[in-house]
């Protein structure tokens, strides 16, 4: 929109400021309002690759721009959680997925194991864990009926890989968040605290390369409220780790919890935790 910049209308004095007129003040707003929509839009890509790009271990021990934003979101003041649950709540809901639980085996071994009962014994743990330290735990199913608008402070699915023998690097884990997050932020922290804890706790290494679209665009993401913190963890190979997946079971649990525990105390990533 534009004026004839020397040709006041008829109806008005010559001497009237033109700066006064609507039209000329209307421009700066107009220009901070597109201003505006491209840093809206800068944060967005900068948080989309903050995320693609998170799985690099330098990353996940020093990520400082992930950390302030989440400094920041908990000094505004986490919402008051009463979500539903499978128990009624008055505090904040954690959901724990057995991978394949009440579906099917998930990977089989050749005696017959199956990633299956090891995801669930080691989710059971997780549950017993976390509920003694005062949330309130739901354990959950691959596909179940509670998943559907799942509202949760936070969920963690557990799976585990394959029991084939691959080659001798096929040991180790994985972890990978909801890029369907309502707060990819949150999302990208779970991922951090995870990653870092569960490493630091079962001494296990982040298996790079095999994150595969099973993780990514996991079903469950696509199933919960985006305003649940999600991610799934595959707690390692049932060939090469088998030893420490089945007989430190509650190792394994611990890391994973130490991981929760890191994303809802707000854990300094650059320090140990002070769980066991
Ligand atoms: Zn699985």
Same mark, same amino acid.
């Given at each position: 929109m534009s004026l004839p910049p020397t040709q006041p209308p008829p109806d008005q004095p010559p001497a009237a400021a033109p700066s006064r007129r609507p039209v000329r003040s209307a421009a700066p707003k107009q220009?901070? %309002?597109? %201003?505006?929509?491209?840093?809206?839009?800068? %944060?967005?890509?900068?948080?989309?690759? &903050?995320?693609?790009? @998170?799985?690099?271990?330098?990353?996940?021990?020093?990520?400082?721009?992930? $950390?302030?934003?989440? /400094?920041?979101?908990?000094?505004?003041?986490?919402?008051?959680?009463?979500?539903?649950? /499978? %128990?009624?709540?008055?505090?904040?809901?954690?959901?724990?997925?057995?991978?394949?639980?009440?579906? *099917?085996?998930?990977?089989?071994?050749? *005696?017959?194991?199956?990633?299956? #009962?090891?995801?669930?014994?080691? /989710?059971? @743990?997780?549950?017993?864990?976390?509920?003694?330290?005062?949330?309130?735990? *739901?354990?959950?199913? #691959?596909? $179940?009926?509670?998943? &559907?608008?799942?509202? /949760?402070? @936070?969920?963690?699915?557990?799976?585990? *890989?394959?029991?084939?023998?691959?080659?001798? #690097?096929a040991t180790g884990f994985k972890v990978t968040a909801a890029m369907t997050s309502a707060y990819p932020e949150r999302a990208a922290r779970l991922t951090a605290c995870l990653s870092t804890r569960y490493a630091e706790t079962t001494k296990l290494s982040y298996h790079f390369g095999s994150v595969t679209m099973d993780m990514t665009d996991y079903h469950t993401f696509n199933e919960i409220n985006t305003e649940t913190t999600a991610a799934i963890i595959e707690t390692g190979f049932l060939n090469l780790d088998r030893d420490i997946l089945t007989n430190q079971t509650d190792l394994i649990a611990q890391g994973v919890v130490n991981g929760i525990l890191c994303f809802t105390r707000n854990e300094d990533l650059g320090k140990p935790t002070s769980q066991p």
């Open positions: 220009n901070w %309002t597109i %201003t505006n929509g491209i840093v809206t839009i800068l %944060t967005v890509a900068v948080l989309a690759a &903050s995320l693609f790009t @998170l799985w690099t271990p330098a990353n996940l021990f020093s990520n400082q721009m992930l $950390d302030q934003m989440f /400094a920041a979101w908990q000094a505004a003041g986490t919402p008051a959680v009463t979500y539903p649950s /499978a %128990t009624p709540a008055d505090k904040p809901v954690i959901g724990i997925v057995a991978g394949h639980w009440k579906n *099917d085996s998930g990977a089989v071994c050749d *005696d017959g194991l199956t990633e299956q #009962e090891v995801n669930l014994k080691i /989710a059971t @743990l997780v549950q017993q864990k976390l509920k003694k330290e005062g949330y309130i735990v *739901d354990l959950l199913s #691959e596909f $179940d009926p509670l998943l &559907s608008g799942y509202r /949760a402070l @936070l969920l963690v699915s557990i799976h585990n *890989d394959s029991c084939v023998y691959i080659n001798d #690097e």
